[in-house]
């Protein structure tokens, strides 16, 4: 299909490992956004691109999270040293134009255990 | 602090009834306000949206009434079906902030009886 692709959808890890997050925006869009959903919660902001520019990481609960989007397509979130309350559902946003107010389109997010 | 509070948490409406979730900010630099659909296992999807300069988008059976001088808006579901079973979530954002990361307020869990 042509939505937002992540992968992978479950990822299980011990506690200590790193992990890599993989978004597949649809193509052609300018904007990507990573959020974080705990059990039972609204999707918190963690950070946003404008093509391969991150232009806000303020979301971004500590520095052992880290994303990039080197050539203003596909993204990738790495946790660094993941501790237990980093479990939750990590999604993925993308929208058509940069300027705000534009629709923000979520794939089905990756979710992430940490044992 | 939280900037966008949802409620009621949960609901149960009958089939052929009308579902309204009120939704109220802090942040008046909030100009674009979005509701999100949820099934379980999927991501948010768009419903509908609403910006300050209007008082009422209606869209199908969905409807955003916006109160800019209460900092309220609320979604209504007319004619409520069961597969309209979700969870529904309000959001905000500063579109001129220079980012345009999205506000959620917690959800509230829909549950329409047949």
């Known amino acids: 299909g042509a939505g937002v692709s992540q992968s992978p959808r479950y990822k299980v890890a011990k506690r200590g490992q790193d992990v890599a997050l993989r978004c597949d925006p649809i193509?052609?869009?300018?904007?990507l956004f990573w959020y974080q959903q705990a059990l039972g919660q609204g999707p918190e902001f963690l950070t946003y691109?404008?093509?391969?520019?991150?232009?806000?990481k303020s979301g971004l609960p500590s520095d052992r999270f880290f994303a990039e989007r080197p050539e203003g397509s596909v993204s990738t979130l790495k946790i660094q040293r993941t501790q237990q309350e980093d479990s939750a559902v990590y999604l993925c946003a993308s929208s058509f134009a940069g300027q705000g107010g534009q629709p923000q389109h979520f794939g089905d997010g990756t979710r992430l255990s940490i044992l | 602090q939280q900037q966008v509070k949802q409620s009621p948490q949960s609901l149960i409406v009958q089939k052929g009834g009308i579902s309204i979730i009120n939704c109220a900010y802090e942040?008046?630099?909030?100009?674009?306000f979005p509701w999100y659909q949820q099934f379980p296992g999927k991501g948010p999807a768009l419903l509908i949206a609403?910006?300050?300069?209007?008082s009422e988008k209606k869209e199908g059976r969905f409807t955003i009434s916006f109160n800019k001088s209460a900092k309220q808006f609320s979604l209504h579901i007319m004619d409520s079906q069961p597969g309209d079973s979700a969870t529904y979530f309000c959001a905000a954002s500063n579109t001129g902030g220079g980012a345009d990361g999205l506000t959620f307020g917690k959800g509230t869990h829909l549950i329409i009886q047949p």
């Open positions: 609403i910006r300050p300069d209007v």
């Open positions: 942040n008046t630099a909030f100009d674009y």
């Open positions: 691109f404008q093509n391969e520019a991150q232009l806000d």
């Open positions: 193509s052609g869009h300018v904007s």
